[in-house]
């Protein structure tokens, strides 16, 4: 009776730490698809808001050039969100988990789309020096095309930038940041 009490006790004991061993484990792995699948949601998400803010962008050519990061109101007093707005607004909350969350609109560079691979870069004023595309994202770039010079057939991108920290990134063995970025170009309708 004895014996079966002291194996009862030594059992107890073994229980607790198979039982930590296999616990652990298993929230290692589930915590891994928690933020797997968070990563996923926020990647196809922003591509969701690109091409929505590429289709916005191609439907309003008519708009003033300044349309791309500025709201517009018309004649009748109708107030239009901007490209930036708009596509910030389809993310739904998601550029939350964005840091550096960008968002911009330009006409795109038809040279750069006949390459292989196709490369999306944006337009340059025929007075930059060659191989020289301004940076999307820096409004002031002296060589910047502005989004709706676009013509018919030519293309309009929207690209979202940014950076995904994950929320236990030590424990996962992840990188602390994982770049974001996704472009979505349209056919100009103008």
Same mark, same amino acid.
């Given at each position: ?34 933020? %797997?699948?968070?990563?996923? +949601?926020?990647?196809?998400?922003? *591509? ?5 803010? #590429?289709? @916005? $962008? =191609? ?26 707005? %708009?596509?910030?607004?389809? +993310?739904?909350?998601?550029?939350? *988990? ?5 968002? #911009?609109? @330009? $006409? =795109? ?47 309009? $991108? =929207? ?32």
């Amino acid at each position: 009776m004895l014996v079966t009490r002291l194996r009862r006790k030594h059992r107890r004991g073994m229980t607790v730490v198979e039982s930590a061993l296999v616990l652990s484990v298993f929230m290692l792995l589930l915590f891994g698809m928690f933020e %797997y699948c968070r990563f996923l +949601m926020v990647l196809h998400i922003s *591509n969701n808001a690109a091409r929505d803010g #590429a289709r @916005y $962008a =191609v439907v309003n050519l008519d708009k003033p050039s300044t349309f791309d990061d500025t709201d517009y109101t018309d004649a009748s007093g109708t107030i239009y969100l901007s490209i930036q707005n %708009y596509t910030t607004a389809r +993310m739904g909350g998601m550029q939350k *988990n964005i840091e550096g969350f960008q968002v #911009a609109a @330009y $006409a =795109v560079d038809q040279s750069g789309l006949a390459l292989s691979p196709p490369v999306v870069r944006p337009k340059a004023k025929s007075t930059a020096p060659a191989g020289t595309y301004p940076n999307p994202f820096n409004a002031s770039d002296p060589y910047a095309v502005p989004w709706n010079t676009a013509v018919f057939t030519e293309k309009i $991108a =929207v690209t979202i930038d940014g950076n995904y920290r994950p929320l236990l990134p030590t424990l996962m063995l992840m990188p602390t940041l994982i770049s974001v970025k996704t472009t979505a170009i349209m056919g100009s309708e103008g």
